[in-house]
């Protein structure tokens, strides 16, 4: 089955409820996204704080329940899987979690931490796991002799390093990053991200990455999908995303992006407006109380994924996608401020 | 590198002193109570009778242990009803004697006598040795106050943990029952089982002490797998494959032990009291044997006649008492791999 | 917030940490100098494991007690108006009364430093109550504010959410709302921004920047990210293995960078439509318990190497790494002046 054309992961209109404290009471924290991720490529999804990303990464690995819709890894539908049957299948789809101190045990080595995986899919025995944790160990740019420390003794980016290790022990096969590098110098960042391409290259690694940063994203996706608000408003080739972003949100986040310079910020860099609580989203576009470009039509009506003109892969939820906005008037009073 | 870890906390835990001296004082008394037969005994340790070699007072060890009774024969003439020890002592050209030489049931005149070269921590109200009957205490106080908090421990923990991490129905379960426990008046529970059992003895002291005493320790592991349930190593390990079994007890428990063990010490102290109070009541021990708790309640009868009494069972509860709580502490610090940690959130 | 000026500073000299490991004592700071000043950024860089977090801990005093210690130094706190006390020495008392309302920490770790059994609300409100005796409704009712502030949507829900309901980034705002709850004339953030995208990241600088030209906050900025001190330092400090290796002005550092390292890592910052760098600085950043002698970054030092080739041999020596500056492994290069305003450890640039 290893078909290269076959889709490792399928989601299919994937929600994500949570109940929440007093209001209305639940919380859409993933709204029917759908998404394919062939084998050997990376799709990275980026978005605002709190829009769902890592809800979205734990959905997928059932780490959290799913309200609506399926995940379909290598053919296996995980929502009909078993509770051993879904363990055994864990050896093959590995997490980064965001928070690496979080994500360990802090009463467990660093060589227990990494060689656990190892001994519950009974990967390897004695000294081989020892063999093996070191050897991961020092790929991530870590020491052997380190395996005997506990979390709280390394740097945020140590620890950092050590989850990554922990999920590369076991061999996977999708690797789901939760901003995997953004705790780690730009130095260890290229170390991990040319580890991780290596990876893809050579055994075929399948990777969904999460990351605020998009110049990362840029240098390591093939994909890119834009959350908002529990929803994908964006997705396509990195080169069709990037180059010629279709939603205005798309916009904003690259147009932010800091130059490593140290020079006044243009004025649309400001912040563009409240940010939306996912708990009450506003009808029509989630996106329009804070958009330049709204227009009445935004206001009520929910624009869905649509192909856009240039690329039919390169998919974008707004109603004003096809028109030519570089010209356009802001039409949003609450919008981009100076 | 599951076997590296036991080195591991004892290297850790060897550096703490008091948990060292604890740990030396609590295999001291281990050892006074099972060699009690030759600390405190009117039966010589050896003694040539007759032309024969006896060795009355290793035999008394020998047979404490379970099941040895009916391998190990009894030194014969010594342990005749009718015979005269003193005499066979005095005859013998050959014996040697228990440390303290005076049975802990051992009756005599000389009542309530001050400590003194004979009776080192002087005689009860009955004549009989004070230290004979706490050496021979050491044991029932201790099988109580050990044995009913492993007990405890081991329901409270098993119990607590299995409520707070499955939740739904098993905590609901768990937590009506430990209410329905911890309303319960203990003491009159206890009593209520020690009528009922025929022949009441140390083992069902333990058992009722331990089966009642496992709620506060229960409803704090509950509490702590509440906290730890959600937490994200949690979920890390389940990502990594492991079971709720592996999630429990290698990411849950070793998070949750440190207040549980220090309460579990606490209640060692308490378990060797309530036993004091449910021997004074007739229902513990049997009347006779000695125990701490006997002696205390005994002691405190006579306080204004026979005050010196009142120390010795005071002063080895206060001793062990502190001893497991030390042990307790220490345990749980070496458990810890940042040592005495701080609170890090500001303010 | 209310506008009332701080003028506080903190002055740090020759700070010194050791640390108790497996492998003997260890000194992850070694010898480290710094102003907070008033209304101004410090902005301290350097790779990971450099030493930055334990630096931070250490002012506060809240390095893993019994384990590591200040072993020299001095880390002098000023109110302005004559009062100060050395942290490095005072009493834990008089620590404990400064700390939260006078200096503020942002933890690295945003989910392992809030507390899990208390709402955010409650624990923010908590810091203002203990520290500008609010009542509990008007402090309940500040952190909301300040939540809002920060940046979260529908702040009065959130407040009375527990810390695993929200997501990473909003954590971490929640952590910069509990800090800047008791009003501190001194806020030390170690790496504040990391969970979050761009566009709630510019909210949080100018959040930040307003509350020190409003009330004149000094703030010790720890980031890895020399992109985010790029918009928000007026001075940077560059780490290595727990020295100061440079230090400049923010413009002066990224247009004329002058240690070896601080070119380097600058070379590594990715940019968009750049292809993520050359892969790093080759060699990693010695553990504190091997440290090379003389300048402590000579085996992963370009210029070392490639002075080496154009000098003489006798100027040589031959390591592991390759052929390096004698000088480069057998002084300790101190961080000098070159111009107004910049300094810089390596013998080579200096001389
Ligand atoms: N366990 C939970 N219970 C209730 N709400 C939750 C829970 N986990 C997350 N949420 C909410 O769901 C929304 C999405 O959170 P998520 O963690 O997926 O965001 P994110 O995109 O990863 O953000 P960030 O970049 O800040 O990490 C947030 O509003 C968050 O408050
Ligand atoms: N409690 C400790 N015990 C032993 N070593 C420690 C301890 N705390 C930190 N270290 C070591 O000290 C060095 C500096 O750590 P520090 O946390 O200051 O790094 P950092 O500069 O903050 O890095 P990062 O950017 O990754 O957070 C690291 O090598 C780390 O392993
Ligand atoms: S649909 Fe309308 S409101 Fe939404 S992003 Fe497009 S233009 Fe803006
Ligand atoms: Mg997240
Ligand atoms: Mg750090």
Sequence with gaps: MSNATFPLLCAKDLSVRYRVSGGRGVLMAVNDVTFDLLRATTLGLVGESGCGKTTLARAVLRLVPVSDGQVVFDGLDLSHLSGSHLRRLRRRMQIVFQDPLGSL????????????????????????????????????????????????????????????????????????????????????????LSLLVGLRRDFGLTYLFISHNLAIVDSVCDAVAVMYLGRFVEIGPRAAVFENPGHPYTRVLLESVPDPEPRPRRASLRTIGEPASPSSPPPGCPFHPRCPFAVDVCRHDRPELRATSSAPAHRVACHRADEDLSGATPSNASGITA | MLQARAPRLWRRFRRRRLGMLSLAGLVLLAAVAVLRPVLASRLPIVCRYEGRLYFPGLVGVLRSVPFASAVVEESRPFSLPS????????????????????????????????????????????GRDVAARLVHGTAVSLKVGLGAMALAGLVGIVLGAWAGYAGGIVDVVVSRLIELVMCFPVFFLI??????????????????????????????????????????????ARALGAGPVRVLVRHLLPNAMAPVAVTITFGVGHAILIEAGLSWLGFGVPPPAPSWGVMLRSAYDQIQSAPFLVYPPCVAIFVTVLMVNWLGEAVRDAADPRGESENLVPG | MSPNRHSAA????????????????VRPVDGVSFDIRPGRTLGLAGESGCGKTVSALALMRLLPRGQARISGGSVLWSNGDGES??????????????????????????????????????????????????????????AVSLL????????????????????????????????????????????????????VQAQIVDLLRGLQSEAGMGMLWVTHDLGVLAQVADEICVMYAGRIVERAGTRELFANPLHPYTQALLACVPRLHRPAGTGGIPGSVPTPAEVPPGCRFHPRCALSRRLAVELDAELCVNTQSGSVLRRCVDEVPALRPVGADHWVACGEVAS
């Design chain 3, 148 to 199: 809002s502030r920060v940046g979260i949507a529908d702040a009065a829900r959130r407040a009375r959410e527990y810390p695993h309901q929200f997501s990473g980034g909003m954590q971490q705002r929640a952590m910069l709302a509990m800090a800047l709850a008791g009003e501190p004339g001194i806020l030390i953030a170690d790496e504040p921004t990391t969970a979050l995208d761009v566009t």
């Design chain 2, 191 to 236: 009593l209520a089982v020690m009528v009922w059992v025929e022949e009441p003895g140390v083992t069902h002291v333990v058992f009722v002490i331990g089966l009642t005493a496992w709620t506060p320790i229960a409803r704090l592991m509950r509490a702590e797998m509440l906290r730890l349930r959600g937490s994200e190593f949690a979920v890390a």
């Design chain 3, 85 to 142: 006390v050395n942290l490095a020495t005072a009493a834990e008392q008089e620590v404990r009364r400064l700390r939260g309302r006078r200096l503020a920490m942002i933890f690295q770790d945003p989910a392992a430093a809030l507390n899990p059994v208390f709402t955010v609300g409650e624990q923010i409100a908590e810091v203002s109550r203990l520290h500008l005796g609010l009542s509990h409704g008007k402090a309940m009712r500040r």
């Design chain 1, 105 to 192: 045990s802090p009463r467990m080595t660093i060589g227990d931490a990494v060689g656990e995986g190892l001994r519950i899919h009974r990967l390897r025995r004695g000294s081989a796991i020892r063999d093996r944790v070191a050897e991961m160990l020092e790929r991530v740019g870590l020491q052997a002799a380190d395996m005997v420390r506990y979390p709280y003794e390394l740097s945020g980016g140590q620890r950092q390093r050590v989850a990554i290790a922990r999920a590369l022990a076991v061999g996977p096969e999708l690797l789901v990053c939760d901003e995997p590098v953004s705790a780690l110098d730009v130095s260890a960042q290229a170390q991990i």
């Design chain 2, 83 to 126: 015979f005269d020890v003193e005499k066979a002592v005095a005859d013998s050209s050959f014996a040697v004697r228990a440390l303290i030489p005076y049975d802990p049931l051992d009756y005599s005149s000389e009542v309530r006598a001050r400590p003194s070269r004979q009776h080192w921590l002087g005689t009860d109200d009955l």
């Design chain 3, 10 to 25: 903190l002055a740090v000299r020759d700070l010194r940490v050791e640390i108790r490991t497996r492998e003997g004592i």
